[in-house]
């Protein structure tokens, strides 16, 4: 069965600087995508990122990056520039390309102090 | 475009009952997604409906069902509810076969059994 593990429960940033979370994987699949989902307080989940894992480029939104290092089955999410507004919790997500589920980490808070 | 919609936005039920929550999909999505969010035990996969039939279920007891209607709006149905059934229950839908490995999420039902 597929696992996805944040291991950093907690992470915090100051404002306008850069920080890293880290999420590593287990599949045997060759082929499948991750993603980084952000849930604010308002508990609504936010897509911020997807890679599929043929592409060996890793994708880019405006200020969000991931490093995704297919042979160690990491995807890290680098946010730049943090804001106030990026404080939420951070879920680390995978789905085979049937897309039958998403398999989610436990989650990295994330506090963006001014 | 109008996101993923979910009704109530709380539901308070006493242990034993029955409890149903609803769930629209973004406009022409046709698979929707259950997802359970307890505390302590964060984001667990309930069920996959796609075309109006289920076609993956996670390790939950029987007595969570559901449905997917022909507009492809759906129903989790909790009966017998226990007090671990208290949770965020967030619902996710995704387009067809071209991209059914990204989900977008509603705003979730909180269920409080007491």
């Known amino acids: 069965a597929q696992t996805v593990t944040q291991s950093q429960p907690e992470m915090s940033v100051q404002e306008a600087e850069t920080v890293t979370l880290s999420c590593t994987y287990d599949?045997?699949?060759?082929?499948?995508?991750l993603f980084w989902y952000k849930q604010p307080p308002s508990r609504q989940m936010i897509l911020v990122i997807r890679q599929e894992a043929y592409k060996q480029q890793n994708a880019t939104e405006n200020r969000f990056s991931v490093n995704f290092q297919k042979a160690a089955k990491s995807f890290s999410l680098k946010i730049s520039d943090s804001q106030l507004g990026d404080a939420a919790m951070y879920f680390c997500?995978?789905?085979?390309?049937?897309?039958?589920?998403?398999?989610f980490g436990e989650g990295t808070q994330l506090t963006v102090n001014p | 475009e109008a996101g993923v919609t979910q009704s109530p936005t709380h539901l308070i039920k006493t242990r034993g009952q029955q409890a149903t929550l609803r769930c629209s999909p973004i406009s022409g999505h046709t698979s929707v997604y259950w997802y359970q969010q307890a505390l302590g035990l964060g984001l667990q996969f309930l069920l996959w409906y796609d075309e109006g039939e289920e076609r993956n279920r996670g390790n939950f007891p029987p007595r969570f069902s559901g449905r997917q209607f022909p507009n492809y709006s759906s129903e989790l149905n909790v009966n017998a509810l226990e007090l671990e059934d208290s949770a965020l229950y967030l619902c996710?839908?995704?387009?067809?076969?071209?991209?059914?490995?990204?989900?977008?999420f509603g705003p979730g039902t909180r269920l409080t059994v007491t």
């Open positions: 599949t045997s699949e060759s082929d499948y995508y």
């Open positions: 997500a995978y789905t085979e390309t049937s897309g039958s589920r998403l398999t």
């Open positions: 996710a839908s995704s387009p067809g076969l071209a991209g059914r490995h990204e989900q977008y």
